[in-house]
């Protein structure tokens, strides 16, 4: 089954930065667009950015466009989510997920445990 296995969370303080990754067991993500959701206590939860299998097209949700960015290394099965300029609204618990294009929210396989991020000071 497909199973992506999400990591690097923890706790900074606003302004700080962390890099979450995203990796593969058991199957290669290259033929897959991945996408990095999250969900904060009491809300939905929301689709942050997107990349494509070739890593040639990504996007960002307007909250976190211009801090976040999403890159993936192939040959490492693994796609990253480098998180700068962090704020308390970021706080959320995070997770990966492969989906057929960036708009859909019908992924493969099951959800992971997340990786909880907690920006406070």
């Known amino acids: 089954q497909l199973q992506l296995v999400e990591s690097g969370g923890g706790l900074v303080q606003p302004g700080g930065s962390l890099r979450l990754s995203c990796a593969a067991s058991?199957?290669?993500?290259?033929?897959?667009?991945i996408r990095w959701f999250r969900q904060a206590p009491g809300k939905e939860r929301e689709g942050v950015s997107c990349?494509?299998?070739?890593?040639?097209?990504?996007n960002y949700a307007d909250s976190v466009k211009g801090r976040f960015t999403i890159t993936r290394d192939n040959a490492k099965n693994t796609v990253y989510l480098q998180m700068n300029s962090l704020k308390p609204e970021d706080t959320a618990v995070y997770y990966c997920?492969?989906?057929?294009?960036?708009?859909?929210?019908?992924?493969?396989?099951?959800w992971g445990q997340g990786t909880q991020v907690t920006v406070s000071s």
């Open positions: 990349i494509s299998s070739s890593g040639g097209s990504t």
């Open positions: 997920a492969a989906t057929g294009f960036c708009s859909s929210s019908i992924i493969f396989g099951s």
């Open positions: 058991g199957f290669t993500l290259d033929r897959y667009t």
